[in-house]
């Protein structure tokens, strides 16, 4: 019993749906965080002509306000100006953003949506249980993570932004422009490194995301079990559908027998009642049938509407046997019923 409750089993695919509906996903902070920023140098160097020319455009036009009065309504249109600058200048960027996180979330988990995740659950402001969390092994190997990644980022960062300051003498000698392509070139150079460094932490992390999600999900061999049974149905649910279905049947069969041209009976045990039309199928068909009991209830119905009762152990064995309601009677049969039928066509003078 102790072996079904430990959770040694992989998540079923029904259960890893069932996490998935919840807003439960391997999502690694760390591969979104390399998207974003890896989108936001993109788009820097991408529109850094463009935000230049509107920085030096703002800048021209604080120049031009040389002289002038402050008054009020040149603080608005400063104002309205700076704020017209900046907004042209961050929303692309902002824009670029927004959809890299979005590209990182797809490229994890794919296209989610869900209000779960995002449902007051007042059992996640419980201090007891916040206070575990918050000295939980997860919590220590989270924060040693982060510590070993910030101090290789920014150390990598540091090292190279040192060795660049060792060429400032000789960047001093250089024209503005060439100062400011080798303060580019040396910008470019350490977000690369790091954007390396970075990216290689998210793989980790991401790694390390996946398997704990996994293993968070992990089920017992009585989960899985119960999970087949839910998914089957339950063994007593779908016994009492067929006991519902039976009865419905029989119903439905107890209203065709007053219509049946004879019952062949085995006087007490098997009760079989054949119709037949002219222009329908052209065999026989057995409308009803029972055992037993059913077998008894046939016969009574029979004789209230006046249907022909014809005693034929064999036959009535063989039909009960080899033919199932509504379907005709098969060629080794027809013989013998259709003998029956004209002893009783005859007895009835049709």
């Known amino acids: 019993m102790a072996d079904d409750q ?4 992989e998540p079923t695919p029904k259960k890893i749906e069932d996490a998935r509906k919840e807003g439960n996903v391997p999502k690694s902070q760390d591969m979104s965080g390399f998207f974003t920023l890896f989108i936001a140098i993109l788009g820097v160097l991408l529109l850094f002509d463009f935000m230049s020319s509107r920085m ?7 120049f031009s306000l040389v002289g002038e ?32 996180g979005v590209l990182a979330a797809l490229a994890q988990f794919g296209f989610l949506f869900t209000t779960k995740a995002i449902m007051p659950d007042f059992k996640k402001i419980d201090p007891i249980k916040g206070t575990k969390n918050l000295f ?10 982060m510590t070993v990644k910030s101090f290789t980022i920014m150390g990598s960062g540091f090292y190279f932004f040192y060795l660049f300051i060792q060429e400032l003498p000789t960047v001093a000698m250089f024209s503005l422009g060439d100062q400011l392509s080798w303060l580019v070139d040396k910008a470019i150079l350490i977000a690369l490194v790091m954007l390396i460094l970075i990216f290689v932490f998210s793989v980790i992390d991401i790694v390390i995301v ?6 968070d999900l992990k089920m017992s061999k009585q989960e899985i079990k119960d999970e087949m049974k839910n998914m089957d149905g339950d063994p007593h649910i779908k016994a009492k559908i067929r006991q519902i279905q039976m009865q419905a049947a029989q119903k439905r069969m107890m209203s065709d027998v007053p219509n ?5 009976t085995n006087p007490t045990h098997y009760a079989v009642a054949i119709k037949y039309e002219e222009g329908g199928l052209g065999v026989p068909l057995v409308v009803g049938k029972g055992k037993d009991h059913l077998a008894i209830q046939i016969k009574k119905i ?3 509407n006046s249907v022909h009762i014809v005693e034929n152990p064999p036959l009535a064995r063989s039909l009960y046997k080899e033919v199932e309601v509504d379907q005709p009677i098969p060629d080794k049969l027809f013989s013998a ?9 005859k007895m009835g003078k049709k």
Do not use: C, H, Q, W
């Open 69 to 100: 009065p402050l008054s009020v309504k040149n603080v608005i249109n400063i104002a309205m100006v700076t704020m017209k600058e900046f907004l042209l200048v961050v929303i692309p960027l902002a824009i670029a953003v927004a959809i890299g």
């Open 6 to 9: 430990e959770k040694t089993e």
């Open 302 to 304: 029979a004789r209230e």
């Open 260 to 264: 049946a041209d004879v019952v062949i």
């Open 56 to 62: 030096l455009s703002l800048s021209a036009y604080y």
């Open 136 to 145: 939980s092994m997860k919590k220590i190997l989270d924060g040693l993570k």
């Open 210 to 215: 996946r398997k704990r999600y996994f293993d």
């Open 337 to 345: 019923v259709a003998e029956v039928l004209a002893y009783v066509y």
